[in-house]
Nanobody, 127 residues
């Protein structure tokens, strides 16, 4: 059974940093694309970043500030978030899909290609 668990969220001041982790169980991470999404109150869930084999795709709003990486041996995907802004406040989710790819812009929308979602972790950027 595919399971994902996020951790690392919390309260941080503007300009600060956080590193989110997405731990996978029940499947081999190597064969899956992983996406990070976020949802702020009253807003739709949006894609933040995506990784397949190497490198990553990013939403324009986080490009240059966030970095996605994966450690298949630890079955974990990370999202390093620097220079955080109040508008980054949201619940952050990771999701995995065997047929989920990071090319183009389709990755940024929650799709049926995503087989599993985590429960989310709250990031609150506030002074």
């Amino acid at each position: 059974q595919l399971q994902l668990a996020e951790s690392g969220g919390g309260l941080v001041q503007p300009g600060g940093s956080l590193r989110l982790s997405c731990a996978a169980s029940g499947f081999t991470l190597d064969y899956y694309g992983i996406g990070w999404f976020r949802q702020a109150p009253g807003k739709e869930r949006e894609g933040v970043s995506c990784i397949r084999s190497s490198g990553g795709s990013y939403a324009d709003s986080v490009k240059g500030r966030f970095t996605i990486s994966r450690d298949n041996s630890k079955k974990t995907v990370y999202l390093q978030m620097n220079s955080l802004k109040p508008e980054d406040t949201a619940v952050y989710y990771c999701a995995a899909g065997r047929n989920y790819y990071c090319s183009g812009y389709a990755w940024a929308r929650p799709t049926a290609a995503l087989d599993a979602w985590g429960q989310g972790t709250l990031v609150n950027v506030s002074s």
